[in-house]
């Protein structure tokens, strides 16, 4: 399976200010020596040597992260966040056959559906747009963000064939087993799993974990352990939770902590602060990374969720 992140943000789109860019540009060029600028290769040498928070961003749309498969026909889509425009669009580019769309949502918050009317395929009366939520009423949760005077047009301008489905077991869809279990967040949200032929993918966004995401019960067993990437909340310092207790995200320190007690084999550092920017997130991976060696814990790839960030297990 091919996980592809569109949207990574949380709360609200947070797009780079024009400050933020020329401060970027300025601390670039603060950096060029007459030997950086010679020649074609010179100029690539020096770009490919400077850190990724300064030469790119991680983007600032909100949630959405798609998963493809071999087979073409089937997409699952994890989020309506802003993000979902972008994955429209980059699909249009790529010419490709629109798919069967598979959406699982976390739970409602705006960040987290606010993408949805602006998706062109759901316009288009010949494609398939399946809906899965724990909740009961997911049709009637979509339209209310598309009402009058919220939205020009309502959910019925969406003429994709769509359907909705209130989870209560495990989905299979295409031979792909795809599980739901209520994480820690004000309002609830929901984490989700997919297993196709031995390995597993979790979607954990908007988590705040406690202790009973620890403990080793069956549940969290079979849901958690050994999983091959989770994608995972981690808005915050430790600091920061502690302040922000009960907000509904937890502390990267605390994530990791997670992911070497289910033995998980890659996190990925998802849902970021809107209020940082790409040198702080950027230093919280490197915060993370230093924690993994500190604590000694061994056997987990650490990775940030950027806008275009690919990953295949």
């Not at 770009?47 to 493809?68: D, R, Y």
């Not at 989020?79 to 798919?99: F, I, V």
């Not at 494609?127 to 339209?143: R, T, W």
């Not at 995972?232 to 937890?250: M, V």
Request: proline residues 5%; aromatic residues 12%; glycine residues 8%.
């Amino acid at each position: 399976m091919k996980i592809r992140f569109w949207g990574v943000r949380g709360s609200l789109p947070t797009p780079i200010t024009p400050v933020r860019l020329k401060s970027k540009i300025s601390a670039i060029v603060e950096q060029i020596t007459p030997d950086d600028i010679v020649n074609a290769e010179s100029r690539e040498r020096f770009l490919a040597g400077l850190p990724p928070w300064l030469f790119g961003t991680v983007g600032g749309n909100s949630p959405c992260v798609s998963v493809e498969f071999e087979e073409p026909d089937d997409c699952i889509i994890f989020d309506c966040g802003s993000g979902l425009r972008e994955m429209w669009m980059a699909q249009a580019n790529e010419n490709r056959k629109q798919p069967h769309y598979h959406v699982f949502m976390s739970h409602f918050h705006w960040d987290h559906l606010q993408g949805l009317p602006f998706f062109g395929p759901g316009y288009n009366p010949n494609i398939q747009m399946d809906f899965y939520s724990p909740v009961s009423g997911i049709e009637k949760i979509l339209s209310g963000q598309m009402m009058h005077p919220y939205f020009p047009v309502n959910l019925d301008a969406l003429r994709a064939q769509k359907t909705y489905h209130v989870l209560n077991k495990e989905v299979n869809i295409g031979g792909r087993l795809i599980n739901h279990k209520k994480m820690n967040h004000p309002g609830d949200s929901y984490a989700y799993s997919i297993n196709e032929n031995g390995k597993r993918l979790i979607y954990s966004t908007d988590t705040e974990l406690t202790s009973v995401d620890f403990q080793k019960t069956d549940e969290n067993a079979r849901f958690f352990e050994g999983a091959d990437v989770i994608i995972i909340d981690c808005q915050y310092t430790l600091g920061e939770a502690i302040d922000k207790y009960n907000w509904g995200h937890s502390a990267f320190s605390l994530a990791v902590d997670f992911a070497a007690t289910w033995r998980i084999k890659h996190m990925v550092m998802f849902h970021h602060d809107p209020s940082y920017d790409d040198q702080k997130i950027y230093g919280l991976l490197q915060s993370a990374r230093w924690y993994l060696e500190r604590m000694n814990i061994k056997g987990i790839e650490l990775s940030l969720a950027c806008e275009g960030l690919e990953i295949s297990i």
